[in-house]
């Protein structure tokens, strides 16, 4: 059962398969890493293990927007999604964030239960009705003016436990608030 009655499901997580491939090397990929991370930042914030539910579609399970999957989008109480090219370039994802929209829409609800990630600088084809959202940026431009993403290959900066942290602080914020008004936000 999720934080807020109502929900199975606190946090639905969007990304592109892309996204969490690993190099060769390393065991896990960058949305493995982050959402391992989130959790025990979420349950270190929250005092408790798992008090948190999260729900993401894992690599394999299906290749399309199945109704489970449909049902799992709808049935959390906020959207997380990881922006990079690779969320802008799949269809899959843009699935994955209409239906959570319809879902806003059809509550009445307002776009502050999603929340954005932008794991690369990727500004120009942001989606035009999450313009008003800052997102939590996980890159940054090194000496050489190149756009590189806060832990990649594997996270060793201090600076991308600290993203993470912000992330967890959000989120539990905003629960923590719609626990005690569940008509709010």
């Known amino acids: 059962m999720a934080l807020v009655p109502g929900y199975t499901y606190d946090i639905f997580i969007s990304y592109a398969w892309v996204d969490n491939n690993p190099p060769p090397g390393i065991d896990l990929g960058w949305v493995d890493h982050f959402v391992d991370t989130l959790e025990i930042v979420l349950a270190q914030q ?31 109480d906020f959207f997380l999604m990881i922006w990079s090219p690779g969320y802008s370039e799949s269809d899959f994802c843009q699935k994955e964030l209409n239906c959570f929209l319809e879902k806003l829409e059809t509550k009445d609800q307002n776009l502050e239960r999603i929340f954005v990630v932008e794991k690369t600088s990727h500004e120009e084809l ?15 431009t090194d000496h050489n003016d190149r756009v590189r993403t806060w832990g990649w290959p594997k996270p060793e900066e201090r600076e991308y436990y600290y993203k993470v942290e912000d992330v967890a602080y959000e989120v539990t914020s905003l629960l923590k608030q719609l626990k005690e008004n569940p008509n709010g936000a």
Do not use: A, C, N
């Open 46 to 76: 929250t005092g408790r293990t798992g008090s948190i539910k999260i729900s993401m579609d894992k690599r394999g399970e299906s290749p399309r927007l199945t109704s489970k999957l449909i049902k799992k989008v709808q049935s959390s």
């Open 126 to 140: 942001f989606p035009e009705i999450l313009t008003e959202h800052i997102p939590i940026e996980f890159w940054y």
